[in-house]
């Protein structure tokens, strides 16, 4: 008697240290015999990318879906999970552009979270201009495994406080009290600079939510934290993905920092966002 034959990944790597393209259909990811495969291979590459996979929405959650975990951020008026809008747009996304300001300065979601997020898929539904608009993604295991050794043993013990509010900063000097206070209310944690993943695997936990190390100063910390995001985003480690429209792309958010590179927000640029859920703490 036949028996069917089983999917076999299709995958090129991008660049050595983060990334790799898949190629296999629509059917074939919606089908979930690949799971467990593209699981791994993203735990390994950090970033996948899926050229002109052209997702619907509701593709889009079922695929999410086959990997683990759906974490809704939106539902619709049945009760029914969604995709989320991505754009720096306020006509467009009212609720939550203004935060998302802040995402085009590297960062990892959920750092004040106990348990953040385990993968983020975008979606491009329309692009910016060429040369405007693209994503990039900093390998931080590859950053971590590459640190000199006297680094490593010096940062081993550090833990350092994360907020959502110095994200504001970055693209807003000088907010108004009620802004801050807003942003500040999101939360304010202390986690480990270096995450001890369960699978033995180590990455650094930095990003523009990262301000003070703790018992340094913060002319000290500012200095640490600095040469850190310097060293995560050499050329090696990163790869910056310049949208089609119909492209996915998915990436590791416990061993990557993202950023959206800067696109006039009267463009158009729009992207569907979905997520997995978290599946291990900072530790």
Known sequence: ???????????????????????????????????????????????????????????????????GTFAPEMTDKAGEEKTHKITVDEKENPSSAIYLKGSLFWHIDGTMNQVPILASLLSCKVPSPKGTGNTGFANTYAAYDDLPEDKKAEFAGYRVRHGAWPTLFYWNPEPNQELLERMQAIGDVEIPLVWNHRSGRKSLVIGNTAHTITGQNHFDSARTLNWLREWATQEQFTYSHEWEVGDAVMWDNTGTMHRAEWYDPASGRMMHRTKLQGEEPFE
């Open 1 to 67: 008697m036949a028996t069917a034959a089983k999917t076999r990944l299709s995958a090129e790597a991008i660049k050595p240290r983060i990334g790799s393209r898949v190629l296999n259909s629509k059917a074939e990811l919606l089908s979930g015999e690949l799971a467990t495969e593209l699981r791994e291979l993203l735990e390994q590459r950090g970033v996948l990318v899926f050229p002109k996979i052209d997702f619907t929405d509701d593709e889009q959650v079922a695929f999410t879906k086959t990997l």
